[in-house]
């Protein structure tokens, strides 16, 4: 049966977080996992001590090395053995514990520097929706609650639905701490599980929907950081579908700070269909992340090895 449009914004305003379960963290993870700790030391030291962390996992911890190694190898598009994919499996485990440090502090989420704040501001006036063209690359999750702190309500596709595993230990105290404070901050998760549907009606509505776009896919592909990789279609289909504005924002970390970036407006082709909108989305999200690799997640990592399987 269709539903109607208030049983799909109903379904966009629901807050499911505190229904997460996960089972308890060890003392460690309790103890770092408490933002009254983190509160205890300034930034500027908090995440230099991190930095510092993050470079003896890398000397000391030979799993994280070749993690990171290989990681870097699919960033990079170069062997294991190469000085410049080493130089950037180090920086890839720093970054890691810099970013760890700077997600238990939403209070500097809060106050951090958006850049390109008056595209969004315009876009939304229009009362049109807005998409938010995405990456997992730096303090993604902080932009949200930079965002919101200015007056912006956000449904982000994707979060934890309650209806998942179970999530053990420190990690799930921190995945069910993040997705509670998005919710708190007063964004709303649109889980995965026919969620189009969801997001489109917010956006016709006049909503602003925020989308990863380098989530994989199976049936297009796009030239992102120089080589094809398969990406989901989504953005281009709202965009299509709705005629909702695209914008790229991605957050970074620079220093003890974070900064989100968020572009003008994406043009393109007249009458771009999915596969022409992503190739643009592509570029353009490339050249906004190219700076600074070390800062991608995963995410970017397991396209570029699928992207390699395929030859």
Same mark, same amino acid.
């Given at each position: 049966?269709?539903?109607?449009?208030?049983e799909?914004?109903?379904?966009?305003?629901?807050t /499911?977080?505190?229904?997460?379960?996960?089972?308890?963290?060890?003392?460690i993870? /309790?103890? $770092?996992?408490?933002?009254?700790?983190?509160?205890?030391?300034?930034?500027?030291?908090a +995440?230099?001590?991190?930095?510092?962390r993050?470079?003896?996992?890398?000397?000391?911890?030979?799993s994280?090395?070749?993690?990171?190694?290989?990681?870097?190898?699919?960033?990079?598009?170069?062997?294991?053995?190469?000085?410049?994919?080493?130089?950037?499996?180090?920086?890839?485990?720093?970054?890691?514990?810099?970013?760890?440090?700077?997600?238990?502090?939403p209070?500097?989420?809060?106050?951090?520097?958006?850049?390109?704040?008056r595209?969004l501001?315009?876009?939304?006036?229009?009362?049109?929706?807005?998409?938010?063209?995405?990456?997992?690359?730096?303090?993604?999750?902080?932009?949200h609650?930079?965002?919101?702190?200015?007056?912006?309500?956000?449904?982000?596709?994707?979060?934890?639905?309650?209806? !998942?595993?179970?999530?053990?230990? $420190?990690?799930?105290?921190?995945?069910?701490?993040q997705?509670?404070?998005?919710?708190q901050? #007063?964004?709303?998760?649109?889980?995965?599980?026919?969620?189009?549907?969801?997001l489109?009606?917010?956006?016709l509505?006049?909503?602003?929907?925020?989308?990863?776009?380098?989530t994989?896919?199976?049936d297009?592909?796009a030239? $992102?950081?120089? /080589?094809k990789?398969? +990406?989901?279609? #989504?953005i281009? /289909?709202?965009?299509?579908?709705?005629?909702?504005?695209?914008?790229?924002?991605?957050?970074?970390?620079?220093?003890?700070?974070?900064?989100?970036v968020?572009?003008?407006?994406?043009e393109f082709? !007249?009458?771009?269909?999915e596969g022409?909108i992503?190739? +643009?989305?592509?570029?353009?999200?490339?050249?906004?992340?190219?700076?600074?690799?070390a800062q991608?997640?995963?995410?970017?990592a +397991?396209?570029?090895?699928?992207?390699?399987?395929?030859g």
């Amino acid at each position: 049966m269709t539903e109607t449009p208030a049983e799909l914004m109903a379904r966009a305003e629901s807050t /499911r977080a505190r229904e997460i379960e996960t089972t308890p963290a060890g003392p460690i993870g /309790r103890l $770092y996992g408490a933002s009254r700790v983190h509160r205890l030391l300034p930034a500027p030291i908090a +995440v230099g001590l991190a930095r510092v962390r993050g470079a003896l996992e890398w000397l000391l911890v030979r799993s994280s090395r070749a993690g990171a190694v290989e990681v870097a190898s699919a960033f990079l598009g170069l062997p294991a053995d190469d000085p410049e994919t080493r130089r950037l499996g180090r920086r890839y485990l720093e970054e890691k514990a810099m970013q760890s440090e700077l997600s238990w502090r939403p209070w500097a989420a809060r106050e951090m520097e958006v850049e390109g704040l008056r595209h969004l501001k315009e876009a939304d006036a229009r009362g049109k929706g807005v998409l938010l063209a995405g990456m997992h690359f730096g303090p993604m999750l902080s932009a949200h609650l930079a965002l919101a702190a200015r007056g912006f309500k956000i449904y982000l596709s994707g979060g934890h639905p309650p209806e !998942e595993s179970v999530v053990h230990g $420190y990690s799930g105290l921190w995945v069910k701490t993040q997705n509670l404070w998005m919710e708190q901050a #007063g964004n709303r998760w649109v889980h995965k599980g026919n969620s189009f549907v969801v997001l489109r009606e917010v956006l016709l509505q006049g909503g602003i929907c925020w989308l990863a776009w380098d989530t994989i896919g199976h049936d297009r592909q796009a030239t $992102y950081l120089g /080589r094809k990789v398969r +990406v989901q279609t #989504g953005i281009a /289909r709202l965009h299509i579908e709705t005629g909702a504005p695209v914008l790229p924002v991605i957050a970074l970390r620079q220093g003890w700070r974070m900064r989100t970036v968020i572009g003008a407006p994406v043009e393109f082709p !007249e009458g771009a269909g999915e596969g022409e909108i992503n190739e +643009v989305l592509g570029r353009v999200l490339g050249d906004l992340v190219s700076p600074d690799l070390a800062q991608l997640h995963y995410q970017s990592a +397991v396209l570029f090895e699928l992207a390699a399987e395929e030859g």
